[in-house]
């Protein structure tokens, strides 16, 4: 693994809870306006979710090829 690799793959986890977290927005909304328990029910894990890949760390791996690179 290079840094170019841990750059990648912190970027693709950020960019896929940004695709996860509107999503869980426009579900939740709706699901509030139609049956908002059922909505709830499915949205919240969908924040959940978006979240953890938001704030993810990174691997041990990468902290220290970043931390011996730079």
Do not use: H, Y
Not at 7 to 36: C, H
Not at 39 to 57: E, H, M, T
Request: hydrophobic share 55%; aromatic share 12%; proline share 6%.
């Amino acid at each position: 693994m290079n840094r170019q690799d841990c750059v990648s793959e912190k970027w693709s986890s950020r960019t896929i809870g940004l695709i996860v977290l509107p999503l869980a927005l426009a579900l939740g909304f709706l699901g509030f306006l139609i049956l908002p328990v059922v909505g709830l029910f499915f949205a919240v894990p969908l924040f959940i979710l978006s979240f953890f890949f938001i704030a993810a760390p990174e691997s041990r791996v990468c902290r220290m090829i970043l931390r011996k690179e730079t």
